[in-house]
């Protein structure tokens, strides 16, 4: 049973940071790509940053510059690091991979969800 859990979500004041992680557990052979979406009350949930197992990164505009996504493929693990947080980054942030496991199938897997507050 593969499956991402996240972490380091919570609450902080404008301008501050947050380090959240999604870590894949299970038997796997490695991460081939990791998408870190959010959701805000009400709204769509968008993909915000993505990152392949070489390192290639993609941000939305809105983060661009504020957020880093990175892979540390040695513990399946992606980090989104966010810095001078905004009040409209609140919102509940979740991990998306497609993993490669020992056996089997590809599989596409969410995380259960962050909650990542930011306070004006």
């Known amino acids: 049973q593969v499956e991402l859990v996240e972490s380091g979500g919570g609450l902080v004041q404008a301008g501050g940071s947050l380090r959240l992680s999604c870590a894949a557990s299970?038997?796997?052979?490695?991460?081939?790509?990791m998408d870190w979406y959010r959701q805000a009350p009400g709204k769509q949930r968008d993909l915000i940053a993505t990152?392949?197992?070489?390192?290639?990164?993609n941000y939305a505009d809105s983060v661009k510059g504020r957020f880093t996504i990175s892979i540390d493929n040695a513990n399946h693990t992606v980090h989104l690091q966010m810095n001078s947080l905004k009040p409209e980054d609140t919102a509940v942030y979740y991990c998306n991979g497609r993993i490669i496991p020992v056996f089997g199938a590809v599989q596409n897997i969410w995380g259960q969800g962050t909650q990542v507050t930011v306070s004006s």
């Open positions: 299970g038997s796997i052979l490695s991460i081939d790509r």
């Open positions: 990152i392949n197992n070489g390192g290639s990164t």
